[in-house]
């Protein structure tokens, strides 16, 4: 699958004096499947060490952190030679040895010549932060993939080419209609790149309504698994007491989004969560956990929309939203046939606003804001290159937008 972030691994790698590069992103969303893919088409060999399966690596770091001693020893390590000019090395799962992660300050400051790319799943990487060599690597950070990736991992180039190129102008209407065909498959699958091959590879076998259908529902118990893979790196880095909190208030900020019927989602509500935890304050850094691990989306609720936007942030208003709207169907046990039907009623107005914040994210915006007037919401307010634009999202087919009226008599945005 083509991944638009290989643009800014390319640009990486032209780089003179590059810095050690991170990708970062939750799990499952195809960070080694990217490294060692761009290490095969773009370099002359690459070399991937995983910490977490390869436990031993650990001591090629205890005695000094050295770059030449370590590229001598993993070469040994791997019985092949590694040319620092020409080849790409991968540190995969870094965050399960710190040292090696404080030790891409040193590969950035006495070996810049070599390609060095490490991947880590955000929460771990973030726990380690004594170790975070500041200052000395790239960051690039990756998602589940957009509406785009899907269509071209499909096979869907005709859809692709209208959507890459999308203008005022209307569309035929049996391209529409198409897309929002496909647009519904994203919305049972995902973005989460194994599940996104499982669907291309089924579909092109089966092809029938009925078996399209099982082809979803066998999906769906994979996302399951995955629910449970996530609960379970939380116990991992959290311990069991406080996985516990962490998997309620994410499961909350995805039965909170489907209770708001016939309007934009609401502020996420505290009473409720946890027993006996009602205020932010103690719930913000399990809040801050499950952002840092990459599965929620925070959306700061704003009342006046002048830039910088952050200045107007509070603490304690924010939207949540899940990080994969396939993961979100999954946790709502929302059945595909509904969402393929469209028969989900006055709710599915907060699938459509999800979906919207999951291509914002991808499309790397790393803020995202919502806009609440006295008598208006506006679903996203965006800072672009310094411009102001307003994303009012409807899900149904009344398409009259007063609240985006009413923020653009006040604000006056250029788009």
Known sequence: MKRKIVTFLSKWQQQTRRKPLILKGARQVGKTYLLKEFGQSQFSSYHYFDFEKQRDLAKVFQQD????RIINELSFYARKAIDIKHDLVIFDEIQACPSALT?????????PELALCSAGSLLGIHLNSDSYPVGKVEELSLYPLSFSEFLQAVGDEKSL???DNLSQSSMPEIVHDHLCQQLKNFFIVGGLPELVVNYRDAIAKENSPVNLLNIFDEIRTKQEVLIKAYFADMAKHAGKVNAMHLDRIWHAAATQLAEVQDATSSRFRFKGVIPGIDRYSRLASAIDWLEGAGIIIKSSVITDAYLPLAAYAKEGFFKLFIFDVGILGAMLNLAPASIIKYEYGTFKGYFA?????QELRSAGLAKLYAWQGRHAEVEFVCEVNGKLIPIEVKSGNITHAKSLKSFIDRYHPEF
Do not use: G, I
């Open 65 to 68: 952190l050295n770059p030449q």
């Open 103 to 111: 030790s891409l300050k040193y590969f950035c400051e006495e070996m």
């Open 161 to 163: 080419q209208y959507v």
């Open 353 to 357: 606003e999800n979906f919207v914040a």
